[in-house]
DNA sequence: CTGAAAGCGCTAACAA
DNA sequence: TTGTTAGCGCTTTCAG
């Protein structure tokens, strides 16, 4: 039982008004010129009843808008950047937007790939994290001005907007957390090194143990993927070392999960043997046991802050480049113990 | 520094061919048209210059496609979801089809709104896990012949198709598990009653109950929401009876995480005071302390097999209307302790 | 082998 | 207060 679905020509024909005044009630333009009452009745009344909707490729092809915003995720399973996702796509949808969902699977070759799928489909905003090792594929974004922007990774120097984390200060408190317990021989178990955030909160962590005067140790910076498999390793490995470390810190809920099995394995007891702090808090942490000492991110204020400077670029608003980094927050539990 | 977008007009302007012979060379018509070898080259060629990708509305309106499937998820932020969804996205993307998300935060106003807002838009095809309340709304698309399939969640005696775990099974399986662990109070902490799932996780429950002789005992069957929060509340409910369960079986990881937070507080031990299972394996469920017994299910082929139907209808295949329910698979743990 | 032209459904400038 | 009409960029029929 296929039901045509109506256009406003179909409209039109039936209520014997033009398509123009059809079009022009439809899109609340009623009074702005002056519709007669009747009109408004008749046209409102068919377009309900025949459940109309104006097709948006039409619209969209008219109007050079596509009311969608992309976005270009590395990971949608990690419950960090899906947070985000949900926190994005609500306060879209609140403005009758869409959301044209991109996972790059941490890859740079799809994610360049989807961006020019994105150009191509006319974005009226993009949204990207992007992977992190190459960037000239936004540079088409930019040139034909589709509003840009980055959030958790971002490039340094750089004109494009980003709304992240501050980085450098979550690093650094993290560390000093850890230092203020007594620790001194610190695991950093890095993530993707191509990326800015995994480079801030590393001089993060070196700044705050500099200034309190412990000596950098490189065999303790060791990782280089955010995932389970790769903290495992990492932490592995740290363990192994002659004087190994009293305390982690893992750059991401991923890693965490990996450093935890890794020293569970190790038959060593967190906080009791080893301390921990991980870098994003998820709603799990809290019941691991021992509950988990995070570095919590906002990450629905970054969904958030994004999308509303999408919208002010698409309206036209005048806006300095936004490159916005929210400040971190340690969540104290039980990983870490105090020592000496 | 604007790039004006180039058009297949232009295109025809410079090389001096007309539009369609454009057309055609850059959609892989040449030999059937056997368009020049000479004609082929320069076109190609200028394509490539001017980095030329045709405008999807426009080719949209044309042929009355839009290669984007739509998907509706309750909670992205659910892990489970999240994971549906890259999948859904991998698969997709292989066919250079584009998703368009909508997180319809358990909510059936949202859901409605937004499926409409699907059909406006003029999906290929939808996917759904339905909030559960309703499905009225569904029934546009199905006049509309828009190929839709659902998720995980889905209607009984409804010609629509799903993809799904066997729920009845994987209740009947974490109940059973329990009770060969000599377990005869188990509690159930349900998620959202009004749903499939829950409502065949229950008979599972019921079933496996009644195979060894136990009684059911309704003051066991607690919680309606798939949240922390909800799990949290209704174990604590069920650990104050008077004779409280010796095992509990959770129906979401969220609602796991509730009821270990509750078992906690209730300062009582998983699993030497209490046994847990829960449905719905995430990577965490290992990490914690106890390791915790999981119903697992298989989100990554739900995703794929959801696709892939999606396509043949596309395609206008024949195929049976794909009602799956895909088996569950127990991963035992530390959490399930045998007693008596 | 190539081109002209219609038309997908909509908006908006222009005309009345 | 309303209608006519020209496109938006593309595909495809029909005509060479």
Known sequence: MQVAKPTIQQISEITGYSVSTVSRVLNGYSKQYRISEKAQELIKKKAEELNFKPNQMARGLRLKRTFTIGLVIPDIANPFFAMMAKHIEKAASLSDYSILLVDSDENTEKEKQQIKNMIARDMDGIIVAPVGSEKKHFTEIIERKIPL???????ENCEIPFVTSDNLQGGYEATKHLIENGHKRIGLIKGDTSTQPVLERLNGYRKALQEYGITLNSAYEIGDTFSIESGYQSVRTVLKLPQPPTALFAMSNLIGLGAIKAIKETDLNIPTDISLIVYDDQPYAAF?????????????????????YIFKKINNEKTDVLQVKLQTQIISRASVKKIK
Not at 149 to 155: A, H, K, L, P
């Open 149 to 155: 922007v980055f959030v958790d990774r971002y490039f």
């Open 288 to 308: 691991l046991n021992p509950s988990i000492t995070t570095v919590k991110q906002d990450s629905e204020q970054i969904g958030k802050l994004a999308v509303n």
